[in-house]
């Protein structure tokens, strides 16, 4: 895949909303599945626009980002951003609400070809949104952690090892905004007398540990561009 098209996911953090109706948010974090390296929600601070709150935001309402003035185009009017599901932004997000909300509705929530333009994808949020009551899910914080679905703020400051070794941090991921599939980590190798940052591709991902904080690659010392896992950042 060319990385001419790709952007990295740390642009998002500060990039406004704007609902149909006008700006109701910034970007605060974007949470992605490592099942198939996708974004999943966007975390969306609205304090600014509306009373303090931090909600969830499907990447399927949104048909548009400019990248250069820091905006991303939604197909949602500000009410429907406001009753988004709400989220503690000290605590992971759970896969079990898609599940839930799968249940009810008896849609593929993942799926890509549910989404036939801004209009469904609009009514759609706009009924996950109306959705509420113990009979149907317990609340968030009451809900199993899903061990798959990962901050991307969070990751930026993972360490990474390979088969032989340390290999450095991960400082960024670079991320497709026609799907937003993530398909690299960005991983940063400093020392004294150096600096190296090189892309290494999700598939050499073999696993996340939250409690040690570190990403462990497939991959031994081939971080010159050599292999076809690792690429230097600025090709």
Do not use: C
């Not at 333009?117 to 317990?138: D, V, Y």
């Not at 993530?182 to 050499?204: C, D, K, M, Q, T």
Request: aromatic share 8%; net charge negative.
């Amino acid at each position: 895949m060319s990385t001419l098209l790709l952007r990295r996911v740390h642009e998002l953090s500060g990039m406004r909303l704007h609902a149909t109706d006008g700006d109701a948010g910034h970007v605060h974090d974007a949470y992605l599945d490592d099942r198939d390296w996708r974004i999943r929600y966007f975390h969306v601070d609205t304090r600014r626009w509306l009373p303090g709150r931090h909600v969830l935001l499907a990447p399927t309402v949104v048909h548009g980002a400019d990248w250069d003035r820091g905006r991303i185009d939604t197909a949602i009017t500000r009410e429907q951003l406001r009753i988004s599901p709400d989220i503690d932004s000290h605590k992971p997000v759970s896969r079990q609400h898609d599940m839930a909300l799968y249940d009810y509705f008896q849609w593929p929530l993942a799926s890509e070809s549910v989404w036939e333009g801004e209009e469904l994808a609009a009514r759609l949020h706009n009924l996950l949104s109306e959705w509420r009551g113990p009979t149907i899910a317990p609340p968030l914080e009451e809900l199993t952690d899903d061990p798959h679905l990962w901050s991307a703020r969070a990751l930026r400051h993972y360490g990474v090892d390979g088969d032989n070794g340390e290999l450095g941090r991960v400082v960024d991921l670079l991320v497709d905004p026609d799907g937003w599939a993530i398909p690299y980590l960005v991983i940063e190798n400093s020392g004294p007398l150096h600096l190296h940052r090189f892309l290494v591709s999700v598939n050499a991902v073999r696993g996340i540990s939250w409690e040690a904080r570190r990403v462990r690659l497939a991959l031994g010392n081939e971080t010159n561009g050599a292999s076809s896992a690792a690429r230097d950042a600025d090709r």
